[in-house]
């Protein structure tokens, strides 16, 4: 047990958590502003999005911080808020036009090179292993192979950027990530200590339930996948901006 890389991973996932929220809403922000000129969309898109963060940073940290997210004998329920909330409510979003309008002013690669976030994930979920607090399978040294998001995410990036990728491949990019993440989910999910639990080995999965690093399954887990469908709703539909010839 390594009490001080403990503290690290804390604070590291508050960290991160801040930063790549406020890249992706300064991407927002400014895809706002060229739609607020161009369509109409109203400016004020981003500060409800600010407040809808604020308000779910509250709600997760106390559902956490009460314990009742760390009572697996109710599980699924002590994670379904945090689980699907999220979920349903960024699902609902890519339908909203004024949503799509500002998508069409952000840069593919923007959204694409907000995924390096996974890579630093990954370097704190191995903190935790070596602390003791995180079962092997849930790391790159076992069945976590996320971290291939975080590491290809500038690379594909910078390609998209210069075109040198086709819309085909920056999908296929999107939707293999995708995969990559629901892989790790599921592996996390069957790692704790409930009816669901598959992996016996200790420690059990249950540092996720507690602040803050129930950031992760509240904040970080939803940015990546809410990254990948913007990314998806920016290919499948409209003409890509923000690309060098």
Known sequence: MKPYLLLITQLGFIILTVIYFWLLLRELKQGAEVACRTSGVKKNIVTRILMMLMLWCVLVSAWSGSGMMANFGIFPFNFMPVIVIPLVTVILSLFSKDLGEVLKHIPVQNLIQLQS?????????????????????????????????????????????????????????????????????????????????????????????????????????????????????????????????
């Open 117 to 245: 976030f996974r890579f630093f994930v990954e370097l704190l979920l191995w903190a935790l292993l070596i602390a003791g607090r995180l079962p092997g399978q849930m790391t790159f040294e076992g069945r976590n192979f996320d971290i291939l998001t975080g590491i290809t995410a500038p690379v594909v990036a910078w390609l998209a950027a210069r075109q040198k990728l086709p819309r085909a491949a920056l999908i296929a990019w999107n939707l293999i990530c995708l995969g990559l993440l629901i892989n790790i989910v599921s592996v996390a999910i069957l790692s704790t200590p409930s009816p669901w639990r598959i992996f016996m080995n200790e420690p059990a999965n249950t540092i996720v339930a507690y602040f803050p690093i129930s950031w992760l399954p509240g904040f970080l887990v939803p940015l990546a996948y809410t990254l990948h469908f913007f990314s998806l709703r920016q290919l499948l539909t409209g003409t890509l901006v923000g690309q060098k010839p």
